[in-house]
């Protein structure tokens, strides 16, 4: 079956430092998308990038498809960003199943 | 309010009790999720539906039911639970194709088994 694999499984950074995530994943993937899980909580949908670069806010998301890895970079990082990140993927685009990441748990201190 | 609901939040059971899990989704997705978050965070799909009509059904014990009535609700029932069915469950929903992923999640169903 398809395997993601994230890295670092962990970093810890100063408040205003930027963070780089890295996503690798075995199969090509029709569907990558990051997501953020805090402490207790649901996941949340960060960013939806299957190939190239996207930009939200301080998020910045580069996936090159035929390499099979996506990046998350978190720039100028704050402490409500600690939390942890996941990436998924999907081989197909028919939207029934998601294979997640192991997870990078980001703690940003002030 | 437009998102994904679960209830309950919590539960505490003990082995070999029954358990049901709601989920209702007010987003008018055609397709819901039963995704479990062990201890460690790691995350794995159970089951898909699409329309009421099951999808993906992972290798998951028997005990493990899904339930759909309508295409905005997905319950889940856990039949005789063991120990290391202690995780988060977590409910989510989305467009299916469409290509722009809309990837909702619940808040989660914590179960802990004694």
């Known amino acids: 079956g398809q395997q993601v694999q994230q890295s670092p499984a962990s970093l810890v950074l100063q408040e205003g430092e930027n963070a780089e995530l890295q996503c690798n994943f075995s199969s090509t993937a029709t569907r990558l998308q990051w997501f953020y899980q805090r402490p207790g909580g649901s996941l949340v949908s960060l960013l939806y990038?299957?190939?190239g670069t996207k930009h939200t806010g301080r998020l910045t998301s580069t996936t090159v498809t035929k390499e099979r890895r996506s990046s998350l970079h978190i720039s100028s990082s704050q402490t409500t960003d600690s939390g942890t990140y996941f990436c998924?993927?999907?081989?197909?685009?028919?939207?029934?199943?998601?294979?997640f990441g192991t997870g990078t748990s980001l703690l940003v201190d002030p | 309010e437009t998102a994904v609901f679960q209830t309950p939040n919590y539960h505490v059971t003990q082995v070999g009790n029954e358990v049901s899990f709601n989920c209702k989704q007010t987003?008018?997705?055609?397709?819901m999720y039963w995704y479990k978050q062990d201890s460690k965070k790691l995350l794995k799909i159970m089951f898909s539906y699409n329309n009421k009509q099951l999808i993906v059904n992972e290798t998951v014990p028997r005990r493990f039911s899904p339930q759909s009535s309508d295409k905005a609700h997905l319950n889940l029932r856990i039949k005789s639970v063991e120990p290391e069915d202690s995780a988060v469950y977590l409910c989510?929903?989305?467009?299916?194709?469409?290509?722009?992923?809309?990837?909702?999640f619940g808040s989660g169903t914590r179960l802990l088994v004694i």
């Open positions: 998924a993927m999907e081989p197909g685009n028919m939207g029934y199943k998601l294979t």
């Open positions: 990038n299957p190939s």
């Open positions: 987003l008018g997705h055609d397709t």
């Open positions: 989510a929903s989305s467009s299916g194709q469409n290509a722009n992923s809309d990837y909702t």
